[in-house]
Protein backbone atom coordinates (compact mmCIF):
# COMPACT_ATOMS: atom_id res chain seq x y z
CA UNK A 1 0.00 0.00 0.00
CA UNK A 2 2.63 2.31 1.06
CA UNK A 3 5.30 3.25 -2.06
CA UNK A 4 8.98 5.53 -0.91
CA UNK A 5 12.39 4.14 -1.03
CA UNK A 6 15.19 5.58 1.09
CA UNK A 7 16.50 7.19 -1.56
CA UNK A 8 13.70 9.19 -2.14
CA UNK A 9 13.04 9.69 1.36
CA UNK A 10 16.45 11.07 2.01
CA UNK A 11 15.98 13.48 -0.73
CA UNK A 12 12.41 14.76 0.22
CA UNK A 13 14.57 15.43 3.45
CA UNK A 14 17.08 17.92 1.58
CA UNK A 15 14.29 19.70 0.08
CA UNK A 16 12.39 20.27 3.19
CA UNK A 17 15.92 21.31 5.19
CA UNK A 18 16.50 23.63 1.78
CA UNK A 19 12.65 24.57 2.26
CA UNK A 20 13.05 25.39 5.81
CA UNK A 21 16.50 27.76 5.14
CA UNK A 22 14.49 29.27 2.15
CA UNK A 23 11.71 29.93 4.60
CA UNK A 24 14.20 30.95 7.31
CA UNK A 25 15.80 33.93 4.56
CA UNK A 26 12.39 35.14 3.32
CA UNK A 27 11.36 36.37 7.23
CA UNK A 28 9.01 32.88 7.43
CA UNK A 29 9.55 31.42 11.10
CA UNK A 30 11.26 28.38 11.57
CA UNK A 31 8.95 24.56 11.50
CA UNK A 32 6.26 26.43 9.92
CA UNK A 33 7.78 25.18 6.49
CA UNK A 34 6.42 22.42 4.40
CA UNK A 35 5.58 20.38 1.25
CA UNK A 36 2.01 20.56 1.38
CA UNK A 37 -0.53 22.72 3.74
CA UNK A 38 -3.72 21.01 3.52
CA UNK A 39 -6.95 23.20 5.50
CA UNK A 40 -9.30 21.20 6.82
CA UNK A 41 -9.50 18.03 8.75
CA UNK A 42 -12.52 16.31 7.62
CA UNK A 43 -12.81 13.11 5.27
CA UNK A 44 -10.82 15.21 2.62
CA UNK A 45 -7.72 16.58 4.81
CA UNK A 46 -7.37 13.34 6.84
CA UNK A 47 -6.74 11.05 3.40
CA UNK A 48 -4.84 14.13 1.62
CA UNK A 49 -2.70 13.90 4.44
CA UNK A 50 -2.34 10.09 4.92
CA UNK A 51 -1.13 10.05 0.90
CA UNK A 52 1.05 12.83 1.02
CA UNK A 53 2.88 11.55 4.39
CA UNK A 54 2.96 8.15 4.40
CA UNK A 55 2.82 7.11 1.12
CA UNK A 56 4.99 10.19 -0.91
CA UNK A 57 6.96 11.13 2.37
CA UNK A 58 6.18 14.89 2.37
CA UNK A 59 6.27 17.02 5.27
CA UNK A 60 2.63 17.88 5.84
CA UNK A 61 0.44 20.64 8.39
CA UNK A 62 -3.05 20.25 8.34
CA UNK A 63 -4.80 23.51 9.50
CA UNK A 64 -8.04 23.07 11.03
CA UNK A 65 -10.37 25.83 12.50
CA UNK A 66 -12.06 23.27 14.13
CA UNK A 67 -11.39 22.17 17.91
CA UNK A 68 -11.47 18.82 16.85
CA UNK A 69 -11.41 16.90 13.72
CA UNK A 70 -14.41 15.58 11.59
CA UNK A 71 -14.87 18.65 9.16
CA UNK A 72 -18.91 18.30 8.51
CA UNK A 73 -19.15 16.04 11.07
CA UNK A 74 -18.20 18.25 13.68
CA UNK A 75 -20.07 21.23 12.98
CA UNK A 76 -23.64 19.49 12.03
CA UNK A 77 -24.73 18.29 15.36
CA UNK A 78 -28.62 19.37 14.79
CA UNK A 79 -31.19 17.48 16.08
CA UNK A 80 -32.07 14.65 13.55
CA UNK A 81 -28.75 14.61 11.72
CA UNK A 82 -28.09 11.60 9.85
CA UNK A 83 -25.57 10.40 7.04
CA UNK A 84 -27.73 9.89 3.80
CA UNK A 85 -25.36 7.96 2.16
CA UNK A 86 -25.76 4.48 3.32
CA UNK A 87 -23.37 3.93 6.29
CA UNK A 88 -21.35 1.31 4.72
CA UNK A 89 -20.37 2.84 2.09
CA UNK A 90 -20.01 6.22 3.64
CA UNK A 91 -16.26 5.49 4.33
CA UNK A 92 -12.98 5.01 3.12
CA UNK A 93 -12.37 1.87 0.51
CA UNK A 94 -8.39 2.81 0.54
CA UNK A 95 -7.82 0.08 3.34
CA UNK A 96 -9.17 -3.08 3.12
CA UNK A 97 -7.77 -3.55 6.90
CA UNK A 98 -10.38 -0.68 7.94
CA UNK A 99 -13.27 -2.13 6.11
CA UNK A 100 -13.22 -5.17 7.62
CA UNK A 101 -12.61 -3.80 11.29
CA UNK A 102 -15.01 -1.07 11.56
CA UNK A 103 -18.81 -1.86 11.88
CA UNK A 104 -21.20 0.72 11.44
CA UNK A 105 -24.50 0.39 14.01
CA UNK A 106 -26.83 1.75 11.72
CA UNK A 107 -28.00 1.88 8.18
CA UNK A 108 -27.58 5.97 8.10
CA UNK A 109 -24.98 6.89 10.51
CA UNK A 110 -25.57 10.14 12.82
CA UNK A 111 -22.55 12.70 13.46
CA UNK A 112 -21.37 10.84 16.82
CA UNK A 113 -20.44 7.70 14.82
CA UNK A 114 -19.19 9.29 11.99
CA UNK A 115 -16.72 11.13 14.38
CA UNK A 116 -16.18 7.84 16.25
CA UNK A 117 -15.00 6.47 12.80
CA UNK A 118 -12.81 9.43 11.34
CA UNK A 119 -11.49 9.47 15.11
CA UNK A 120 -10.74 5.90 14.38
CA UNK A 121 -8.87 6.68 11.10
CA UNK A 122 -7.01 9.13 12.03
CA UNK A 123 -5.75 7.13 15.33
CA UNK A 124 -4.65 3.93 13.14
CA UNK A 125 -2.92 6.32 10.78
CA UNK A 126 -1.07 8.40 13.22
CA UNK A 127 -2.45 11.35 11.88
CA UNK A 128 -3.35 13.67 15.11
CA UNK A 129 0.37 14.72 15.16
CA UNK A 130 0.31 16.62 11.85
CA UNK A 131 -3.11 18.07 12.36
CA UNK A 132 -3.24 21.83 13.91
CA UNK A 133 -6.91 22.56 15.88
CA UNK A 134 -8.46 25.43 16.56
CA UNK A 135 -6.51 27.42 13.65
CA UNK A 136 -8.33 28.93 10.85
CA UNK A 137 -6.56 30.30 7.80
CA UNK A 138 -7.41 33.74 6.98
CA UNK A 139 -5.55 34.56 3.88
CA UNK A 140 -3.21 32.04 1.81
CA UNK A 141 -0.45 33.95 -1.11
CA UNK A 142 1.68 32.30 -3.57
CA UNK A 143 4.67 33.73 -3.26
CA UNK A 144 5.58 33.82 -6.94
CA UNK A 145 9.41 34.36 -6.56
CA UNK A 146 9.91 31.19 -4.08
CA UNK A 147 7.28 29.21 -5.85
CA UNK A 148 5.53 28.74 -2.44
CA UNK A 149 2.10 29.28 -0.53
CA UNK A 150 2.20 31.73 2.07
CA UNK A 151 -1.20 30.50 4.95
CA UNK A 152 -1.61 33.20 7.54
CA UNK A 153 -3.76 31.70 10.82
CA UNK A 154 -6.17 33.93 12.74
CA UNK A 155 -3.25 32.96 15.69
CA UNK A 156 -0.67 35.06 14.07
CA UNK A 157 1.07 32.60 12.25
CA UNK A 158 2.55 31.86 8.73
CA UNK A 159 3.02 28.63 7.50
CA UNK A 160 4.59 27.79 3.73
CA UNK A 161 4.76 25.21 1.76
CA UNK A 162 5.34 24.36 -2.36
CA UNK A 163 1.56 22.79 -2.60
CA UNK A 164 -1.62 24.24 -0.68
CA UNK A 165 -4.73 21.68 -0.85
CA UNK A 166 -8.34 23.04 0.08
CA UNK A 167 -10.37 20.66 2.09
CA UNK A 168 -12.63 22.48 3.22
CA UNK A 169 -15.74 20.76 2.19
CA UNK A 170 -18.25 21.67 0.20
CA UNK A 171 -20.93 23.01 2.75
CA UNK A 172 -18.92 24.61 5.56
CA UNK A 173 -19.94 28.44 5.37
CA UNK A 174 -23.77 28.57 7.48
CA UNK A 175 -25.75 30.72 5.53
CA UNK A 176 -27.92 32.88 8.04
CA UNK A 177 -30.32 35.08 6.12
CA UNK A 178 -29.98 39.25 6.40
CA UNK A 179 -33.19 39.28 7.92
CA UNK A 180 -33.99 42.84 9.63
CA UNK A 181 -34.56 42.57 13.52
CA UNK A 182 -32.38 39.61 14.77
CA UNK A 183 -30.51 41.17 16.77
CA UNK A 184 -33.48 42.64 18.66
CA UNK A 185 -34.60 38.90 19.00
CA UNK A 186 -35.40 38.25 22.90
CA UNK A 187 -34.86 34.62 22.68
CA UNK A 188 -32.20 31.79 20.83
CA UNK A 189 -31.24 31.43 17.47
CA UNK A 190 -29.49 28.85 16.02
CA UNK A 191 -27.98 27.66 12.56
CA UNK A 192 -28.20 24.03 12.03
CA UNK A 193 -24.34 23.89 10.91
CA UNK A 194 -23.17 25.72 13.97
CA UNK A 195 -25.16 23.76 16.46
CA UNK A 196 -24.04 23.74 20.19
CA UNK A 197 -22.28 21.04 21.50
CA UNK A 198 -24.01 20.60 24.92
CA UNK A 199 -27.48 20.79 22.65
CA UNK A 200 -30.51 22.67 22.81
CA UNK A 201 -33.16 22.34 25.21
CA UNK A 202 -36.26 22.45 23.06
CA UNK A 203 -39.17 21.59 26.07
CA UNK A 204 -41.49 24.13 27.05
CA UNK A 205 -40.68 25.90 24.01
CA UNK A 206 -42.19 27.68 20.67
CA UNK A 207 -40.26 26.73 18.12
CA UNK A 208 -39.41 28.21 14.66
CA UNK A 209 -37.80 26.84 11.61
CA UNK A 210 -36.54 28.52 8.76
CA UNK A 211 -35.82 26.33 5.74
CA UNK A 212 -37.33 22.57 4.43
CA UNK A 213 -34.29 21.72 2.88
CA UNK A 214 -32.72 18.08 3.60
CA UNK A 215 -31.29 19.68 7.09
CA UNK A 216 -34.76 21.17 7.96
CA UNK A 217 -36.73 17.97 6.58
CA UNK A 218 -34.13 15.93 9.28
CA UNK A 219 -34.19 18.00 12.17
CA UNK A 220 -38.24 18.85 12.05
CA UNK A 221 -39.44 16.12 13.46
CA UNK A 222 -37.35 15.54 16.38
CA UNK A 223 -37.94 19.20 17.03
CA UNK A 224 -41.63 18.88 17.19
CA UNK A 225 -41.39 16.06 19.51
CA UNK A 226 -40.27 17.97 22.49
CA UNK A 227 -41.16 21.64 21.45
CA UNK A 228 -44.50 22.76 22.75
CA UNK A 229 -44.90 24.19 19.92
CA UNK A 230 -43.25 24.02 15.81
CA UNK A 231 -43.98 26.14 13.12
CA UNK A 232 -42.33 25.65 10.17
CA UNK A 233 -41.46 28.44 7.54
CA UNK A 234 -41.56 26.93 4.02
CA UNK A 235 -40.32 28.64 1.16
CA UNK A 236 -40.23 26.20 -1.19
CA UNK A 237 -41.67 22.95 -0.87
CA UNK A 238 -39.96 19.55 -1.34
CA UNK A 239 -39.83 16.02 -2.08
CA UNK A 240 -38.67 13.41 0.60
CA UNK A 241 -38.37 9.97 0.59
CA UNK A 242 -38.85 7.80 3.74
CA UNK A 243 -35.10 6.89 4.85
CA UNK A 244 -35.97 3.92 6.79
CA UNK A 245 -33.63 3.89 9.07
CA UNK A 246 -32.28 1.07 11.09
CA UNK A 247 -30.13 -1.46 13.07
CA UNK A 248 -27.50 -2.70 10.53
CA UNK A 249 -28.23 -6.27 11.15
CA UNK A 250 -25.72 -9.45 12.01
CA UNK A 251 -26.13 -10.93 8.83
CA UNK A 252 -25.91 -8.30 6.67
CA UNK A 253 -22.67 -6.67 8.78
CA UNK A 254 -21.21 -10.14 7.93
CA UNK A 255 -22.40 -9.30 4.23
CA UNK A 256 -19.96 -6.10 3.96
CA UNK A 257 -17.33 -7.45 5.12
CA UNK A 258 -17.33 -10.77 2.87
CA UNK A 259 -17.87 -8.75 -0.02
CA UNK A 260 -16.14 -5.51 0.21
CA UNK A 261 -14.08 -6.01 -3.39
CA UNK A 262 -17.97 -5.84 -4.73
CA UNK A 263 -19.46 -3.18 -2.71
CA UNK A 264 -16.52 -1.29 -3.90
CA UNK A 265 -16.79 -1.99 -7.37
CA UNK A 266 -20.23 -0.91 -7.94
CA UNK A 267 -19.77 2.26 -5.68
CA UNK A 268 -16.66 2.81 -8.48
CA UNK A 269 -18.99 2.29 -11.10
CA UNK A 270 -22.16 3.95 -10.20
CA UNK A 271 -22.89 7.02 -11.67
CA UNK A 272 -22.99 8.58 -8.57
CA UNK A 273 -21.02 6.66 -6.16
CA UNK A 274 -23.75 4.66 -3.99
CA UNK A 275 -23.52 1.28 -3.50
CA UNK A 276 -26.11 0.92 -5.95
CA UNK A 277 -26.65 0.90 -9.27
CA UNK A 278 -29.14 3.09 -11.44
CA UNK A 279 -31.64 0.75 -13.04
CA UNK A 280 -30.94 0.76 -16.94
CA UNK A 281 -35.07 0.91 -17.78
CA UNK A 282 -36.77 3.60 -18.64
CA UNK A 283 -39.51 5.41 -16.70
CA UNK A 284 -41.63 5.37 -20.23
CA UNK A 285 -40.83 2.21 -21.14
CA UNK A 286 -42.64 0.31 -18.43
CA UNK A 287 -46.75 0.16 -17.98
CA UNK A 288 -48.17 2.54 -15.60
CA UNK A 289 -49.06 -0.71 -13.20
CA UNK A 290 -45.19 -1.69 -13.73
CA UNK A 291 -44.23 1.56 -12.63
CA UNK A 292 -46.55 2.21 -9.96
CA UNK A 293 -45.23 -1.08 -8.80
CA UNK A 294 -41.39 -0.25 -9.18
CA UNK A 295 -41.89 3.02 -6.94
CA UNK A 296 -43.69 1.59 -4.32
CA UNK A 297 -41.18 -1.22 -3.78
CA UNK A 298 -38.54 2.22 -4.08
CA UNK A 299 -40.47 4.11 -1.15
CA UNK A 300 -40.72 1.07 0.97
CA UNK A 301 -36.74 0.60 0.29
CA UNK A 302 -37.12 3.78 1.42
CA UNK A 303 -33.27 6.33 0.95
CA UNK A 304 -31.45 7.98 -2.26
CA UNK A 305 -32.46 4.15 -3.64
CA UNK A 306 -35.47 5.86 -5.16
CA UNK A 307 -33.57 7.93 -7.53
CA UNK A 308 -32.46 4.69 -8.92
CA UNK A 309 -35.86 3.38 -10.49
CA UNK A 310 -35.45 4.41 -13.47
CA UNK A 311 -32.44 5.55 -15.73
CA UNK A 312 -33.82 8.45 -17.52
CA UNK A 313 -35.46 10.00 -14.12
CA UNK A 314 -32.88 12.84 -14.03
CA UNK A 315 -32.62 13.08 -17.82
CA UNK A 316 -36.04 13.71 -19.06
CA UNK A 317 -38.78 15.65 -18.28
CA UNK A 318 -41.41 13.41 -19.01
CA UNK A 319 -39.90 10.45 -17.10
CA UNK A 320 -39.48 12.97 -13.83
CA UNK A 321 -42.91 13.73 -14.13
CA UNK A 322 -43.83 10.08 -12.98
CA UNK A 323 -42.02 10.49 -10.12
CA UNK A 324 -43.12 13.59 -9.65
CA UNK A 325 -46.64 12.44 -9.73
CA UNK A 326 -45.80 9.32 -7.29
CA UNK A 327 -44.00 11.24 -4.83
CA UNK A 328 -46.93 14.05 -5.08
CA UNK A 329 -49.60 11.33 -4.59
CA UNK A 330 -47.66 9.97 -1.25
CA UNK A 331 -47.67 13.45 0.43
CA UNK A 332 -51.35 13.83 -0.20
CA UNK A 333 -51.83 10.81 1.10
CA UNK A 334 -49.69 11.10 4.47
CA UNK A 335 -50.89 15.04 5.68
CA UNK A 336 -54.47 14.53 7.05
CA UNK A 337 -55.09 18.38 6.48
CA UNK A 338 -55.39 19.31 2.99
CA UNK A 339 -54.70 22.90 3.09
CA UNK A 340 -51.28 21.67 4.57
CA UNK A 341 -50.68 18.72 2.25
CA UNK A 342 -51.29 21.43 -0.54
CA UNK A 343 -48.55 23.67 0.78
CA UNK A 344 -46.41 20.20 1.24
CA UNK A 345 -47.08 18.90 -2.07
CA UNK A 346 -46.95 22.66 -4.17
CA UNK A 347 -43.28 21.34 -5.47
CA UNK A 348 -42.08 23.79 -8.06
CA UNK A 349 -38.97 21.92 -9.59
CA UNK A 350 -37.97 18.16 -11.10
CA UNK A 351 -37.46 15.67 -8.36
CA UNK A 352 -33.71 15.35 -7.87
CA UNK A 353 -33.07 18.76 -9.55
CA UNK A 354 -32.44 19.83 -5.86
CA UNK A 355 -30.64 17.81 -3.22
CA UNK A 356 -33.19 14.82 -2.72
CA UNK A 357 -33.71 14.45 0.70
CA UNK A 358 -34.71 11.28 2.81
CA UNK A 359 -36.38 11.46 5.98
CA UNK A 360 -38.00 9.96 9.20
CA UNK A 361 -41.84 10.57 9.35
CA UNK A 362 -41.53 14.13 7.93
CA UNK A 363 -44.37 14.32 6.24
CA UNK A 364 -46.36 12.37 9.61
CA UNK A 365 -44.84 15.36 11.11
CA UNK A 366 -47.55 17.77 9.61
CA UNK A 367 -50.20 15.08 11.58
CA UNK A 368 -49.46 16.65 14.68
CA UNK A 369 -51.03 19.18 16.83
CA UNK A 370 -48.46 20.95 17.35
CA UNK A 371 -46.91 21.51 14.03
CA UNK A 372 -47.83 24.28 11.87
CA UNK A 373 -46.68 25.21 8.04
CA UNK A 374 -46.31 28.75 6.80
CA UNK A 375 -45.97 29.35 3.46
CA UNK A 376 -43.54 31.85 2.71
CA UNK A 377 -43.17 32.05 -0.38
CA UNK A 378 -47.00 33.53 -0.25
CA UNK A 379 -45.87 35.47 2.09
CA UNK A 380 -42.68 36.17 2.99
CA UNK A 381 -40.47 36.95 6.16
CA UNK A 382 -40.77 40.30 6.81
CA UNK A 383 -38.39 40.92 9.89
CA UNK A 384 -37.81 39.28 13.32
CA UNK A 385 -39.02 41.40 16.04
CA UNK A 386 -38.35 41.11 19.84
CA UNK A 387 -41.18 38.17 19.74
CA UNK A 388 -40.95 36.51 17.00
CA UNK A 389 -40.87 35.93 13.21
CA UNK A 390 -43.45 38.65 11.31
CA UNK A 391 -44.07 38.55 7.72
CA UNK A 392 -45.37 40.75 5.32
CA UNK A 393 -49.16 39.87 5.40
CA UNK A 394 -48.49 41.22 8.90
CA UNK A 395 -49.10 37.87 10.31
CA UNK A 396 -47.22 38.04 13.66
CA UNK A 397 -45.48 33.91 14.93
CA UNK A 398 -44.57 34.39 18.54
CA UNK A 399 -41.33 32.75 19.11
CA UNK A 400 -38.70 31.26 21.82
CA UNK A 401 -36.43 29.68 19.57
CA UNK A 402 -35.42 30.48 16.19
CA UNK A 403 -33.47 27.53 14.13
CA UNK A 404 -32.05 28.61 10.80
CA UNK A 405 -32.12 24.92 8.87
CA UNK A 406 -31.24 27.37 5.85
CA UNK A 407 -28.34 25.83 4.43
CA UNK A 408 -24.88 27.59 3.52
CA UNK A 409 -22.76 29.51 0.83
CA UNK A 410 -22.09 26.01 -1.12
CA UNK A 411 -19.19 24.84 -2.94
CA UNK A 412 -17.24 28.30 -3.23
CA UNK A 413 -18.24 29.81 0.18
CA UNK A 414 -15.42 28.57 2.14
CA UNK A 415 -12.94 29.00 -0.85
CA UNK A 416 -13.87 32.56 -0.89
CA UNK A 417 -13.67 33.86 2.23
CA UNK A 418 -10.24 32.23 3.10
CA UNK A 419 -8.86 35.31 1.29
CA UNK A 420 -6.61 33.50 -1.74
CA UNK A 421 -4.28 35.50 -3.60
CA UNK A 422 -2.27 33.65 -6.59
CA UNK A 423 0.24 34.68 -9.37
CA UNK A 424 0.67 38.72 -9.30
CA UNK A 425 -1.72 39.06 -6.44
CA UNK A 426 -4.72 37.66 -8.61
CA UNK A 427 -7.44 37.64 -6.05
CA UNK A 428 -9.50 34.04 -6.17
CA UNK A 429 -12.67 36.40 -5.55
CA UNK A 430 -11.69 38.72 -8.67
CA UNK A 431 -10.95 35.08 -10.51
CA UNK A 432 -14.63 33.96 -9.63
CA UNK A 433 -16.41 36.76 -9.52
CA UNK A 434 -18.78 36.01 -12.60
CA UNK A 435 -18.82 32.82 -10.79
CA UNK A 436 -16.30 29.92 -9.96
CA UNK A 437 -14.14 28.16 -13.09
CA UNK A 438 -11.35 25.85 -12.99
CA UNK A 439 -10.14 22.87 -14.60
CA UNK A 440 -11.66 19.46 -13.61
CA UNK A 441 -12.74 21.13 -9.98
CA UNK A 442 -8.91 20.68 -8.87
CA UNK A 443 -7.25 23.83 -10.38
CA UNK A 444 -7.27 27.46 -11.48
CA UNK A 445 -5.51 29.36 -13.92
CA UNK A 446 -3.49 32.01 -11.96
CA UNK A 447 -3.03 29.75 -8.69
CA UNK A 448 0.02 27.41 -9.06
CA UNK A 449 0.73 24.52 -7.25
CA UNK A 450 -3.19 25.09 -5.52
CA UNK A 451 -5.30 21.97 -5.55
CA UNK A 452 -9.34 21.75 -4.18
CA UNK A 453 -10.63 18.75 -3.27
CA UNK A 454 -14.41 18.49 -4.25
CA UNK A 455 -14.26 21.87 -5.75
CA UNK A 456 -17.13 23.78 -7.60
CA UNK A 457 -16.57 21.53 -11.48
CA UNK A 458 -16.05 18.24 -9.51
CA UNK A 459 -18.83 15.65 -9.20
CA UNK A 460 -18.53 16.09 -5.21
CA UNK A 461 -22.01 16.70 -4.01
CA UNK A 462 -23.63 14.82 -6.55
CA UNK A 463 -21.96 11.58 -5.64
CA UNK A 464 -21.14 9.49 -2.43
CA UNK A 465 -18.76 12.03 -0.92
CA UNK A 466 -16.28 9.76 0.39
CA UNK A 467 -15.58 8.00 -3.38
CA UNK A 468 -15.41 11.45 -4.96
CA UNK A 469 -12.92 12.75 -1.93
CA UNK A 470 -11.16 9.66 -2.70
CA UNK A 471 -10.70 9.70 -6.18
CA UNK A 472 -9.54 13.47 -6.14
CA UNK A 473 -6.68 12.76 -2.98
CA UNK A 474 -5.80 10.20 -5.16
CA UNK A 475 -5.47 11.97 -7.95
CA UNK A 476 -3.49 14.67 -6.47
CA UNK A 477 -1.29 12.50 -4.49
CA UNK A 478 -0.56 11.08 -7.85
CA UNK A 479 0.21 14.29 -9.42
CA UNK A 480 2.48 15.31 -6.68
CA UNK A 481 4.33 11.81 -7.30
CA UNK A 482 4.56 12.54 -11.00
CA UNK A 483 6.03 16.33 -10.22
CA UNK A 484 8.62 15.16 -8.15
CA UNK A 485 10.08 12.06 -9.70
CA UNK A 486 9.87 14.16 -12.94
CA UNK A 487 11.78 16.83 -11.32
CA UNK A 488 9.23 19.69 -11.89
CA UNK A 489 8.07 22.32 -9.19
CA UNK A 490 5.14 23.81 -10.42
CA UNK A 491 1.75 22.74 -12.19
CA UNK A 492 -1.35 25.58 -13.22
CA UNK A 493 -3.93 24.64 -14.93
CA UNK A 494 -4.37 26.71 -18.32
CA UNK A 495 -6.62 29.20 -18.95
CA UNK A 496 -8.14 27.06 -22.53
CA UNK A 497 -8.01 24.16 -20.34
CA UNK A 498 -10.42 25.97 -17.83
CA UNK A 499 -12.90 26.82 -20.57
CA UNK A 500 -13.45 23.70 -22.25
CA UNK A 501 -14.45 22.03 -18.59
CA UNK A 502 -16.90 24.96 -17.64
CA UNK A 503 -18.63 24.16 -21.00
CA UNK A 504 -18.40 20.24 -20.49
CA UNK A 505 -19.64 21.66 -16.57
CA UNK A 506 -22.46 23.74 -18.26
CA UNK A 507 -23.37 20.84 -21.33
CA UNK A 508 -23.30 18.18 -18.56
CA UNK A 509 -25.73 20.60 -16.46
CA UNK A 510 -28.09 20.97 -19.36
CA UNK A 511 -28.75 17.26 -20.15
CA UNK A 512 -30.15 16.71 -16.89
CA UNK A 513 -33.10 18.39 -15.19
CA UNK A 514 -31.33 19.79 -12.59
CA UNK A 515 -30.59 23.62 -13.94
CA UNK A 516 -34.54 23.65 -14.03
CA UNK A 517 -34.59 23.85 -9.45
CA UNK A 518 -34.37 28.02 -9.58
CA UNK A 519 -33.79 27.83 -6.09
CA UNK A 520 -31.10 25.50 -5.70
CA UNK A 521 -27.90 25.49 -3.64
CA UNK A 522 -26.18 23.97 -6.82
CA UNK A 523 -26.72 27.71 -8.81
CA UNK A 524 -25.98 29.90 -5.51
CA UNK A 525 -29.44 30.77 -5.63
CA UNK A 526 -30.14 30.70 -2.02
CA UNK A 527 -26.91 33.21 -1.63
CA UNK A 528 -28.09 36.97 -2.14
CA UNK A 529 -25.36 38.45 -5.09
CA UNK A 530 -23.85 35.21 -5.59
CA UNK A 531 -23.44 34.03 -9.22
CA UNK A 532 -25.96 32.05 -10.97
CA UNK A 533 -23.33 28.90 -12.02
CA UNK A 534 -24.24 25.08 -11.58
CA UNK A 535 -21.21 24.28 -9.77
CA UNK A 536 -20.99 20.66 -10.15
CA UNK A 537 -20.05 18.47 -12.67
CA UNK A 538 -23.48 16.35 -13.24
CA UNK A 539 -21.64 13.95 -16.31
CA UNK A 540 -21.29 10.88 -13.40
CA UNK A 541 -18.66 10.08 -11.02
CA UNK A 542 -17.78 7.30 -13.14
CA UNK A 543 -17.14 9.29 -16.30
CA UNK A 544 -15.30 11.65 -14.59
CA UNK A 545 -12.75 9.75 -12.95
CA UNK A 546 -12.17 8.33 -16.81
CA UNK A 547 -11.91 11.59 -17.90
CA UNK A 548 -9.23 12.53 -14.95
CA UNK A 549 -7.09 9.22 -15.70
CA UNK A 550 -6.97 9.91 -19.22
CA UNK A 551 -5.66 13.79 -18.24
CA UNK A 552 -3.02 12.35 -16.45
CA UNK A 553 -2.05 9.30 -18.96
CA UNK A 554 -1.59 12.00 -21.71
CA UNK A 555 1.26 13.67 -19.05
CA UNK A 556 -1.45 15.79 -17.56
CA UNK A 557 -2.69 17.40 -20.68
CA UNK A 558 -4.11 21.08 -19.77
CA UNK A 559 -1.52 20.94 -17.19
CA UNK A 560 0.89 23.60 -17.54
CA UNK A 561 4.08 21.96 -15.65
CA UNK A 562 7.42 23.27 -15.21
CA UNK A 563 10.94 22.87 -12.94
O1 LIG B 1 -29.74 23.62 2.98
P1 LIG B 1 -30.60 23.91 1.65
P2 LIG B 1 -29.71 22.29 3.85
N1 LIG B 1 -36.20 32.61 3.96
O2 LIG B 1 -29.92 25.07 1.01
C1 LIG B 1 -34.54 27.93 2.95
C2 LIG B 1 -26.36 18.44 2.54
N2 LIG B 1 -26.96 17.73 3.64
O3 LIG B 1 -28.81 22.56 5.02
O4 LIG B 1 -35.15 26.51 -1.32
C3 LIG B 1 -36.86 31.46 3.93
O5 LIG B 1 -30.81 22.70 0.86
C4 LIG B 1 -34.40 27.41 1.56
O6 LIG B 1 -35.45 27.84 0.75
P3 LIG B 1 -35.22 27.92 -0.86
C5 LIG B 1 -27.11 18.16 1.26
O7 LIG B 1 -26.23 18.12 0.20
C6 LIG B 1 -26.68 16.44 3.76
O8 LIG B 1 -31.02 21.76 4.10
O9 LIG B 1 -33.91 28.65 -1.06
N3 LIG B 1 -36.27 30.28 3.65
C7 LIG B 1 -34.38 25.91 1.84
O10 LIG B 1 -35.66 25.43 2.10
C8 LIG B 1 -28.01 19.36 1.19
O11 LIG B 1 -28.49 19.64 -0.09
C9 LIG B 1 -27.24 15.75 4.76
O12 LIG B 1 -36.37 28.68 -1.33
C10 LIG B 1 -34.97 30.30 3.39
C11 LIG B 1 -33.57 25.85 3.14
O13 LIG B 1 -33.68 27.13 3.74
C12 LIG B 1 -27.10 20.43 1.72
O14 LIG B 1 -26.44 19.82 2.80
C13 LIG B 1 -28.12 16.33 5.64
C14 LIG B 1 -34.22 31.47 3.41
C15 LIG B 1 -32.12 25.57 2.87
O15 LIG B 1 -31.99 24.35 2.23
C16 LIG B 1 -27.79 21.66 2.22
O16 LIG B 1 -28.96 21.28 2.92
C17 LIG B 1 -28.40 17.65 5.51
C18 LIG B 1 -34.89 32.66 3.71
N4 LIG B 1 -34.26 33.85 3.72
C19 LIG B 1 -27.81 18.35 4.50
N5 LIG B 1 -32.94 31.16 3.10
C20 LIG B 1 -26.88 14.34 4.91
O17 LIG B 1 -27.68 13.59 5.37
C21 LIG B 1 -32.90 29.84 2.89
N6 LIG B 1 -34.13 29.31 3.07
C22 LIG B 1 -25.54 13.89 4.51
Redesign the pocket.
Known sequence: MYSGSKCHDLLMRMEITSDIVEGQQRGYRQGRSFDAIVVGAGFSGLYQLLCLRDRLGLSVQVLEAAEEIGGTWYW?RYPG?????ESHSYCYSFSEQLWQEWEWSEK?PGPPEIRRYLNHVADKFDLKRDIRLNTRVTSAHYDQAANRWRASTDDGDVYTAQFLITAVG??STA?V?D?PGLDSFQGQWYH??QWPHKGVDFRGKRVGQ?????????SAPVIAETASHLTV????A?YSVPARNGPLSPDFKRWIRENAGEIRTTMRTAVNGHPFLISETSALAVSPAERLALYEKAWETGGLRFRGTFRDLVTSNEANATAVAFLKDKIRKIVKDPATAEKLADIDHPYAA??P??DTDYFETFNRDNVMLVD??AD??ERITQNGIRTKGGAEYPLDIIVF????D?MTGSLLRMNIRGRDGLSLANAWAAGPRNYLGLQIAGFPNLFTVTGPGSPS?LCNMPVAIEQHVEWISDCIAHMRKEGLTRIEATEESMEDWMAKVNAAANATVLPQAK???YLG??IPGKPRVFMPYAGGMAHYRKICADVAARNYEGFTLSA
Open positions: NARCDSYCLNPLTGIGTGSTGIQFQRTNKRPIVRPIATGFGVHSWAN
